[in-house]
T-cell receptor, first 112, second 114 residues
Framework: DTAVSQTPKYLVTQMGNDKSIKCEQN?????MYWYKQDSKKFLKIMFS???????INETVPNRFSPKSPDKAHLNLHINSLELGDSAVYFC???????????FGNGTRLTVT | AQSVTQLDSHVSVSEGTPVLLRCNYS??????LFWYVQHPNKGLQLLLK??????LVKGINGFEAEFKKSETSFHLTKPSAHMSDAAEYFC????????????FGSGTQLTVLP
């Protein structure tokens, strides 16, 4: 009964391609996030949606476009993939108040 | 503005000895603080959280952390390390400003020696 699930787990693709990563949470949370973890394990927030509305949009190339069809889903589409996009991408969600983040297991993206 | 500093990028302990992972934070508001653990090729799992209740917080797997406002610290401890504790640990501060945003520390890699 996975709380935050993201697919695929691994994604290997060539430069210039377009790819999507999907995320779904069944926790009833209002807020969802995308984080990027680089090779040094540093976690950087990319986007945050609250109830389908974009509330955080960090300095991310506009090749990255999040889409939230409903508050339980937050997908990430990446156009024209570059070598530097190789990383692990984590989806997360949280509820109201001082509740912690619940993370998915990550998608390891490798661009060749 | 908020920030979090994990003072050690790597910590190595022997099995059965105490663990101390250090975290200092800065925050404009009353922060919430969390520790997460990431095992190799896994997602992040919540260890424990502080949200303005008791300053000594107990988490899973025998870990605990103490919130010290005067020192702006939230160090993670465990009395006796186990081999399965080897992982990356992240300290996280959550500020309640205009937008709900969490800031991650740079992580501490814990190695447990037999």
């Amino acid at each position: 009964d996975t709380a935050v699930s993201q697919t695929p787990k691994y994604l290997v693709t060539q430069m210039g391609n377009d790819k999507s990563i999907k995320c779904e949470q069944n926790l009833g949370h209002d807020t969802m996030y995308w984080y990027k973890q680089d090779s040094k394990k540093f976690l950087k927030i990319m986007f945050s949606y609250n109830n389908k509305e974009l509330i955080i949009n960090e300095t991310v190339p506009n090749r990255f476009s999040p889409k939230s069809p409903d508050k339980a889903h937050l997908n990430l589409h990446i156009n024209s993939l570059e070598l530097g996009d190789s990383a692990v991408y984590f989806c997360a969600s949280t509820g109201d108040g001082h509740s912690p983040l619940h993370f998915g297991n990550g998608t390891r993206l490798t661009v060749t | 503005a908020q920030s979090v500093t994990q003072l050690d990028s790597h910590v190595s302990v022997s099995e059965g000895t105490p663990v101390l992972l250090r975290c200092n934070y800065s925050s404009s508001y009353s922060p919430s603080l969390f520790w997460y653990v990431q095992h190799p090729n896994k997602g992040l799992q919540l260890l424990l959280k502080y949200t303005s209740a008791a300053t000594l917080v107990k988490g899973i797997n025998g870990f605990e952390a103490e919130f010290k406002k005067s020192e702006t610290s939230f160090h993670l401890t465990k009395p006796s390390a186990h081999m399965s504790d080897a992982a990356e640990y992240f300290c996280v501060v959550s500020d309640w400003g205009s937008a709900r945003q969490l800031t991650f520390g740079s992580g501490t890699q814990l190695t447990v020696l037999p």
